[in-house]
């Protein structure tokens, strides 16, 4: 096996999944006592570019952020369309859904960890970058997400 698949160790976001993204970031706000976020939506898929298991799915979610440091926190808000979010919230109900990297790369990343039997769930583009979320609850016991963000133009 390769040596550091991704590249870096250092954890950038953990994403919970939730039924209720007002609700459940009010608590995070109180019990942090900072101001609760306003929540964003993700893009619809002409934007997006989202990609479930290999199809274009219209699955959005809301997503709320709360910065902790070197960690971001993500709260996850599933539409009712097809999703990995989606998938997990029916199946598992809420809670932890992934672990995050910022990468570099992330077609080469991807490649890497398919061919380590890790595949690809979900991909899509948002404001300045990528992500793709990859199949790695078997080994590792937690989803992976992988986040590429653009560089800035000199």
Same mark, same amino acid.
């Given at each position: 096996?390769?040596?550091?698949?991704? =590249?870096? +160790?250092?954890? #950038?976001?953990?994403?919970?999944?939730? $039924?209720?993204?007002?609700? #459940?970031?009010?608590? &995070?706000?109180?019990?942090?006592?900072?101001?609760?976020p306003q929540w964003? *939506? #993700?893009? /619809?898929?002409?934007?997006?570019?989202?990609e479930y298991r290999?199809?274009?799915?219209?699955?959005?979610? +809301?997503?709320?952020?709360?910065? %902790?440091?070197?960690?971001?926190?993500?709260? *996850?808000? /599933?539409?009712?369309? /097809?999703?990995?979010?989606?998938?997990?919230? @029916?199946? @598992?109900?809420? =809670?932890? $859904?992934?672990?995050?990297?910022?990468?570099?790369? %992330? +077609?080469? +990343?991807?490649?890497?960890?398919?061919?380590?039997? %890790?595949?690809?769930?979900?991909? =899509?583009?948002?404001?300045?970058?990528?992500?793709? &979320?990859?199949? #790695?609850?078997?080994?590792?016991?937690?989803? *992976?997400?992988?986040?590429?963000? @653009?560089? /800035?133009?000199?």
């Amino acid at each position: 096996m390769e040596t550091n698949l991704l =590249g870096t +160790k250092t954890i #950038t976001q953990i994403g919970i999944l939730v $039924h209720d993204i007002e609700k #459940t970031s009010q608590a &995070y706000a109180d019990f942090f006592g900072v101001d609760k976020p306003q929540w964003i *939506i #993700t893009g /619809p898929v002409e934007e997006a570019q989202t990609e479930y298991r290999g199809q274009r799915t219209e699955g959005r979610a +809301k997503l709320a952020f709360f910065d %902790m440091g070197s960690l971001q926190l993500e709260l *996850i808000e /599933p539409d009712q369309e /097809p999703s990995v979010w989606r998938e997990c919230l @029916d199946k @598992d109900g809420e =809670g932890v $859904h992934h672990i995050a990297f910022a990468i570099e790369g %992330m +077609k080469e +990343k991807v490649m890497v960890l398919e061919r380590s039997g %890790m595949p690809l769930l979900q991909n =899509g583009e948002y404001t300045g970058g990528r992500y793709a &979320y990859m199949d #790695t609850l078997k080994d590792l016991k937690v989803m *992976i997400e992988l986040l590429e963000n @653009d560089k /800035p133009h000199a």
